[in-house]
């Protein structure tokens, strides 16, 4: 066996065994660059993966060479590979990024141990989506959400709320693994297998009716409040705004363009490749149970966001919205509708990182992520106000950007499934991200900056200064992908398209 | 030159543009040199394709797919081309009279100013070439974003509230209504190019009710056509600087909306699927009530500029009354009316700006008797004036008319008098501004509270209201010339109409 062949669990493997090293460093600047460079590798060999995965469809492998169903698969085809980009590019784009952020929010002393933490939460993230075993992605999921919930509680020096942030969030996510791990007892109980493939061969196969039996039903009424959980779906999003609020700039730069959209995708893994929308209880499930949930969490959420001071909290609130889209395209039960998910899931982790960096820098300066401190920012952050602008009108759907080929491809999706209102609802609910994310902007286009007080200087009382080249690098590189990727759309388009018939397809 | 690399060049050219006008900040006269320089050869680009297009071609490029199969693609027919020149030569009328009017007002930020303009062109002339609904509307909304800058130009509290209405009006209406129009019409047809003929034409029952929906989100859901109730933005955006004023909200925001409209009726519905359907009918009445509401609102105006917004709004909505009223004539004449409204309203605009910059005047109460102080300004107010009525020998009247037979053909004899009835009550709201101008003395009562009349006129050299009456005071020449050109423009227009007409013809037929 040669080492490509090992490709698909290196992206795993490689931060996980090293992300322990970090805390061995006893240097923050250390521990960056080694997360960087570490995080940067597995982006390097999740790129390598999908481009093989492109080349040569699916990639089954077996760990430690024990073969499926009984040893643990990992199986990678489009659909999750395009998420493995994602989370491993936005993972070094925020390693990257974090740094100048970073080590003005927590103790130095806690750098090293925040790198690793960032690493074993990005591998967790990544192994819930390559992994083909069931029982793996609970594994995986635990594994990130509890360097999740460290990530977040390390907020707690420059505001006190992280912690109870963090404890709600603690509380909340361990409900929804509990949820998922239930669900997943009944479906072994139910198939006597845990690897995904074979969980739907042996739900199809037997005598016609046996399957799907009330057991299995409610298995994935377990996994759906599970997930959904852990996605945030309205209304089991509680946890969400604030802990993005109050987690440290960087992790919520991480953690909102990651973390809910893996949980999304379980779902999708869960609903069309285990499940399969060919059983009557999958369809009723998707026209009654999330179609209103994706419909109620993109206006409620979004018109909590308009109230919101807090541009984090705001930003997270829009999230909640955002990921109604996402649960939208997938209730559509059509190849049109995962299609516009997936490309969803993509194009929304590209702007609301790009969002949350550019509230870090204003956070850097100011100290402050309430809209108080983007007044007139053009006159004193011009390129921090300007990556918030194009990536603001990207979360609106302004052509010429990502958000606009989510959108477009939802909107289609929805008149090709029959569901003109449902079209019409998704615009109708974009307009209100019109007007939350046109308030901010309006503050920092046409006010002028406040000439005293706390915000008329920096935090050190200095003027206040533009950000760190280390952090409008970073920065710019994403809203930079939120306009590469709305015009050019093979990657994303086209990948989650084909990913899309393949789950539709089943699990062949 | 090819004339498929000219449309290109045409949208690039103002981009270039874009970066001279950055590049040369500090230097105005440079700055302002960029602009022009980029302003004449996007005119000479336009006017290749147009010579193309009314030679019989119809040139076209395409960029690349975004989405789904839908590219960035751009292809030149009589009504873009027409459009298209017509943008980019007043372009440089407009570029003039803003150095005038910028450097006379000493305003902030010209440097930003210049080169919003330079998207905006470029953009409207990416919706005049756009070769399908996605690329219009991928332009239109660029034109939106890059005249908000414009708007809000003054950044007080005024222009930020003209601003957000401007800015919500335009969004909301195109995201919320012109957006899923164009993904449901690409979901029926298939397709979104603009096709002779129109694209939905036995794919949508001819009865049902999907046809007049989708044909209702079309004409509220593009906004910059300003069709009532969707107008409150055009008042609202005169909080701008006048050149602002002159040349987006008289000719391309405006008329890329109005173009849009009649584009979309004629490539996208096609005028024989309307003309069976009647599902125009209902628009026709909205559009002509449109005509009439705003004129009436209009009279009621005292502040100039916002006099010519409400009679823009009126003006606009008799393109749409075109298009609504689905024959050729209707059609023909909204298009001329894109035109001549461009050049009649541009030079309306133009005077209101050298008349505040002259006499600082902006209430047409005011204005009385100014006419024998800027004769030369008043003068070019009064040939737009007579064009926007549709008064012969100018421009004006010949859409006017084309819509009359257009209406006569259609059967819709009540539009007629609407028509009648629009251009009287134009003569009453605008015409009677040079007249008070020329005719009326500027204090109008004498002590003892007779009204004087025409034999009173204040001697020459004698000083009142501040003002030495019978002494020329004209605004500085860079404003007053423009006027005067595109008022000359509207002249020679009337007797070139034919020509402009039998290049327009082929978008009334069915086939290419």
Request: include cysteine.
């Amino acid at each position: 066996m040669t080492i490509a062949d090992q490709l698909p669990v290196l992206p795993i493997i490689l931060p996980l065994v090293l992300a322990p090293f970090a805390i061995l460093l006893r240097n923050g600047r250390a521990a960056h660059v080694f997360a960087v460079v570490v995080c940067g590798a597995a982006f390097a060999f999740c790129a390598m993966l999908l481009a093989r995965v492109t080349a040569e469809g699916v990639i089954s492998y077996a760990l430690g060479d024990w073969a499926p169903p009984i040893g643990i698969e990992y199986r990678v085809d489009l659909a999750n590979a395009l998420v493995m980009l994602l989370v491993s590019g936005v993972a070094t784009l925020a390693a990257a990024f974090s740094y100048a952020s970073i080590r003005t929010e927590i103790d130095d002393r806690q750098l090293p141990l925040f790198y690793a933490a960032f690493m074993i939460c990005m591998t967790g993230l990544l192994g819930v989506t390559v992994t083909g075993d069931a029982f793996n992605v609970f594994v995986f999921l635990e594994i990130s959400s509890l360097s999740t919930y460290a990530l977040v509680a390390l907020g707690a020096r420059v505001d006190r709320r992280a912690l109870t942030a963090a404890f709600n969030y603690l509380v909340m996510g361990t409900l929804g693994a509990t949820f998922f791990v239930i669900g997943l007892g009944l479906i072994y109980q139910a198939t006597g297998t845990l690897n995904m493939a074979d969980i739907r061969a042996q739900l199809s196969a037997g005598p016609p009716g046996a399957m799907p039996n009330s057991m299995v039903e409610a298995a994935f009424a377990f996994i759906l409040v599970g997930m959904g959980l852990k996605a945030a779906a309205f209304p089991m999003h509680l946890w969400m705004p604030n802990a993005y609020a109050y987690a440290p700039s960087a992790v919520s730069a991480f953690i909102a363009a990651a973390s809910t959209k893996v949980a999304v995708y379980v779902l999708i893994r869960f609903t069309f490749t285990i499940f399969g929308s060919d059983f009557d209880f999958i369809d009723a499930m998707l026209t009654y149970v999330l179609t209103p949930i994706a419909l109620a969490g993109m206006f409620f959420a979004s018109i909590v966001a308009v109230f919101q001071e807090d541009v984090k909290r705001m930003l997270a609130y829009s999230s909640v919205g955002q990921i109604g889209y996402m649960l939208l395209g997938i209730s559509f039960g059509t190849e049109a509708g995962l299609q516009a998910s997936l490309i969803h899931i993509f194009n929304h982790g590209l702007m609301k990182s790009a969002l949350f960096m550019a509230v870090a820098c204003v956070m850097l300066r100011l100290g402050v992520h309430t809209c108080s401190g983007f007044h007139g920012l053009t006159k004193r952050m011009p390129f921090t106000a300007a990556a918030f602008i194009f990536s603001g009108l990207s979360l609106v759907g302004v052509p010429l950007t990502v958000g606009f080929v989510s959108k477009w491809y939802l909107l289609q999706a929805a008149f090709d499934a029959g569901r003109p209102w449902a079209g019409f609802l998704i615009v109708a609910s974009s307009l209100i991200a019109v007007v939350y994310v046109g308030r901010v902007i309006e503050l920092i286009l046409l006010r002028d900056p406040p000439s005293e007080g706390l915000l008329a200087n920096d935090v050190d009382g200095n003027p206040v200064r533009e950000a760190p080249l280390s952090m409008l690098i970073p920065m710019w590189v994403l809203v930079g992908a939120n306009i590469y990727f709305g015009l050019r759309t093979d990657l994303t388009a086209e990948i989650a398209g084909r990913a899309a018939a393949a789950l539709m397809g089943g699990a062949q | 030159m090819t004339a498929d690399l000219a449309i290109l060049f045409s949208m690039a050219v103002p981009l270039v543009g874009f970066f001279g006008v950055w590049l040369f900040d500090k230097q105005p006269n440079l700055r302002e040199a960029a602009t022009l320089g980029a302003g004449a050869i996007t005119l000479i680009l336009t006017l290749i394709v147009f010579h193309a297009v009314g030679a019989g071609a119809r040139p076209e490029v395409e960029l690349f797919d975004v989405v789904s199969g839908l590219p960035i693609a751009f292809r030149a027919e009589p009504l873009g081309a027409m459009f298209a020149t017509l943008g980019a030569g007043l372009w440089i009328v407009n570029s003039i009279y803003s150095i005038g009017y910028m450097r006379g007002h000493h305003e902030k930020h010209q440097t930003r100013f210049y080169m919003c303009f330079t998207v905006a062109i470029a953009s409207a002339i990416g919706v005049a070439y756009s070769a399908n609904l996605f690329t219009l509307f991928v332009f239109y909304e660029v034109l939106t974003l890059s005249t908000f800058p414009l708007v809000t130009h003054k950044g007080d509290e005024a222009a930020r509230n003209g601003g957000r209405i401007y800015l919500g009006i335009l969004m909301g209406t195109s995201i919320g209504l012109l957006l899923p129009a164009v993904v449901w019409t690409f979901a029926i047809a298939g397709t979104a190019d603009f096709t002779p003929g129109g694209i939905l034409a036995g794919k949508v029952d001819a009865a049902g009710p999907v046809l007049p929906f989708l044909l209702g989100l079309y004409a509220f859901g593009i906004g910059k056509a300003a069709l009532m109730p969707i107008h409150p933005w055009l008042p609202n955006a005169m909080v701008a600087p006048t050149p602002v004023s002159a040349f987006l909200h008289a000719v391309a925001v405006v008329k890329a909306g109005v173009f849009s409209v009649l584009k979309i009726v004629v490539y996208i519905f096609g005028i024989d699927l309307l003309a069976i359907s009647g599902a125009a009918g209902g628009f026709v009445w909205i559009a002509a009530v449109s005509i009439l509401l705003a004129s009436a609102i209009a009279m009621n105006k005292d502040n100039l500029k916002a006099r010519l917004a409400y009679s823009t709004v009126s003006q606009l909505s008799y393109v749409t009354l075109g298009a609504m009223l689905a024959t050729s004539m209707g059609v023909m004449g909204g298009a001329l009316q894109i035109a001549m409204h461009a050049l009649g309203k541009m030079t309306l605009f133009m005077c209101a700006g050298a008349i505040y910059v002259g006499a600082h005047k902006s209430l047409v109460s005011e204005m009385r008797g100014l006419g024998r102080v800027m004769p030369f300004t008043f003068g070019a107010f009064f040939i737009g004036a007579m064009s926007i009525v549709g008064l012969p020998p100018l421009g004006g009247s010949w859409p006017k008319f084309l819509l009359m037979l257009g209406a006569a053909d259609a059967g819709q004899l009540a539009i007629l008098g609407v028509l009648i009835l629009s251009s009287l009550m134009n003569v009453a709201y605008l015409l009677s501004i040079p007249v008070m101008a020329f005719y009326m003395s500027p204090d109008e009562r004498t002590d003892d509270g007779r009204v004087l009349g025409l034999d009173d006129r204040a001697p020459a050299g004698e000083t009142r209201l501040g003002v030495k009456w019978g002494a020329l005071k004209e605004a500085p020449l860079l404003t007053v010339a423009p006027p005067i050109a595109t008022a000359l423009g509207a002249l020679l227009l009337f007797f070139f109409a034919n020509a402009l007409y039998d290049f327009l013809l082929p978008i009334t037929e069915g086939g290419r």
